[in-house]
């Protein structure tokens, strides 16, 4: 396999400027950096457009050079100088998949019967919300929703944070947050935003129902008018001297607590005969 050296061929530069969000925005495509995205990438059909990987890395993950070639992705080998071109990161993993976008429209990731839904409004650090997606997967939930003026989802330092889940849930953008919230409720979900001015903490609100957690902006959280639009406004309790929890620490939190008081109410109603202790 011939090795790209030059940094400056089309066929990187073709891919290097999907750093950019308006490049991706017109291409529809994005960058996954490292194994694991690529990896999950491959799993689905037809959204890995090609592959980029240096000779040290096509030796330590044979197997996705041979997901890549049996899915019929070019695989291009890439020296060093060229992933480092191509990579965001200071110590580059040495493999790398343009791919497209793999979003889908809000009322196919909210419709009636979830149970489980993050709603971002106004979330704008990329790793926050890269976490946030990562923590959703990993709790069960239905959907991620990135509504317009959260960061976009395929922002590179995201790509990187969700470890792969990116490509686990349905993930909608793009929508208001005032839409967003309709779709929730409109689903049949209860939406609780997750704010340090809720009257009543975690520990007090029935999490068995169906619920869209509302985040806000690591920053400020959720202004008065995006508190409004919440079924209720809840606050994570703080039992030490701590002022607050950052986001994706609050976001975890809440939606650990909603997965599990959702699934044991689920076992509870598939076993009746089982008491709760």
Not at 129 to 148: E, I, K, M, S
Not at 191 to 209: F, S
Not at 244 to 269: D, E, G, I, K, M
Request: aromatic share 4%; proline share 6%; glycine share 6%.
């Amino acid at each position: 396999m011939a090795e790209l050296t030059n940094i400056r061929s089309p066929r990187v530069k073709a891919a290097r400027r999907l750093t950019k969000r308006a490049f991706r925005d017109r291409d529809r495509a994005f960058l996954a950096e490292g194994p694991q995205a690529v990896r999950e990438a491959l799993t689905i059909k037809d959204v890995t457009v090609e592959l980029f990987a240096t000779a040290d890395a096509e030796a330590r993950h044979p197997d996705i050079i041979a997901a890549a070639t049996a899915a019929g992705v070019p695989v291009h080998r890439a020296s060093g100088e060229v992933m480092a071109d191509l990579t965001q990161t200071i110590t580059p993993q040495g493999i790398l998949a343009v791919c497209r976008f793999v979003h889908v429209p809000l009322g196919e990731a909210v419709p009636a019967g979830a149970r489980l839904v993050a709603l971002l409004a106004h979330v704008r650090d990329p790793g926050n919300a890269g976490t946030v997606l990562r923590t959703a997967d990993a709790a069960g939930a239905d959907a991620v929703v990135f509504t317009d003026a959260s960061v976009d989802p395929y922002n590179g330092k995201c790509v990187r944070a969700s470890a792969g889940s990116l490509f686990h849930l349905p993930v909608a953008t793009g929508a208001p947050v005032a839409q967003a919230v309709q779709q929730a409720k409109d689903a049949g979900l209860r939406v609780l935003a997750a704010d340090g001015a809720g009257t009543r903490t975690l520990d007090e609100v029935d999490l068995a129902r169906p619920t869209a957690w509302l985040f806000g902006n690591e920053a400020w959280g959720l202004p008065p008018e995006l508190l409004a639009l919440a079924d209720e406004v809840v606050r994570v309790p703080i039992y030490g001297r701590a002022e607050s929890l950052n986001l994706a620490t609050a976001a975890a939190v809440c939606l650990y607590s909603s997965a599990r008081v959702q699934r044991q109410n689920l076992h509870s109603v598939e076993d009746p005969t089982t008491s709760p202790r």
